[in-house]
């Protein structure tokens, strides 16, 4: 019984042998079988950048639309009565879809006069920044706009390092300064323009741009400094979560400020 014993154990350790040392010549070794699935994009993935190719055309319609209707000679020539409207008829679209298809679920609390008068600056802010980048369309093509427009990343790390909400490092410096430059050689170029009237047309236009970029970084800055420190539980905290229903308080004021500046 005990040789038995003996006999089985060593048969299996010979067979741990074996199969540590690898086959023998000759003899092939079966590995098991790895199935690879194929790569198939995410339904995420596929919605978001659908949603960011959607956000940029209808960005580029509207800046070409707005350009044609508001420069010297366009069919509606009033840009601040242009951004009332449309900031009215977006408020009314927003609140209707917000309170039909995107309804909240608990429903928002009610405002408290602290939170009303923080979204109303926010959207005074929202008046000026839009009123001011479509007024200078009537000084500046949409390629220039544009370009020089893309050195609004510094006006955004440069106030969010002022408001103390995020870091500046070496590599956020770099890349800045390197939009900043190439908005800047845009602003070279259409400085070449031999005609005293058109220079100071565009100097007007990249001073309404300008301060349209600055507008725009103190307001993200804002709402990024409101949506972080929200008390849970309160109307803002739920509005941090869905932006539609945000923007039903503060177009409309943004809709008003605008409405007295084109009355002026």
């Known amino acids: 019984m005990e040789s ?56 580029i319609l509207v800046t070409v639309e707005i350009r044609t209707l508001v420069h010297t000679g366009g069919v509606f020539p009033h840009t601040f009565a242009l951004t009332s409207m449309t900031n009215g008829c977006t408020a009314i679209l927003a609140c209707a879809i917000g309170n039909t298809v995107m309804r909240l679920d608990p429903p928002m609390p009610a405002l408290h006069w602290d939170e009303v008068a923080k979204l109303f600056a926010v959207g005074c802010i929202q008046g000026v920044e839009i009123g001011c980048n479509n007024k200078c369309l009537e000084y500046l093509s949409v390629s220039a706009r544009t370009m020089v427009g893309s050195t609004s990343v510094l006006f955004m790390m440069l106030t969010a390092r002022l408001w103390g909400l995020e870091a500046l490092g070496l590599a956020r410096l770099a890349a800045a300064t390197l939009i900043t430059v190439g908005g800047a050689l845009q602003g070279v170029d259409m400085s070449s323009h031999p005609q005293d009237a058109e220079a100071s047309r565009t100097l007007s236009g990249l001073m309404l741009l300008a301060f349209a970029m600055f507008a725009s970084s103190q307001r993200w800055a804002l709402l990024q400094h409101l949506t972080q420190h929200c008390l849970p539980g309160s109307a803002l905290h739920a509005m941090s979560k869905s932006k539609l229903h945000m923007v039903q308080f503060t177009l409309p004021c943004t809709s008003i400020v605008f409405e007295e500046a084109a009355a002026i």
Do not use: Y
């Open 4 to 59: 038995h014993r003996t006999t089985h154990t060593v048969i299996g350790a010979l067979h741990r042998a074996e199969e540590a040392a690898g086959p023998v010549c000759g003899e092939a070794r079966h590995e098991p079988e790895v199935s690879v699935k194929p790569w198939a994009p995410n339904l995420a993935t596929l919605k978001l950048s659908m949603l960011a190719l959607s956000w940029w055309v209808a960005a």
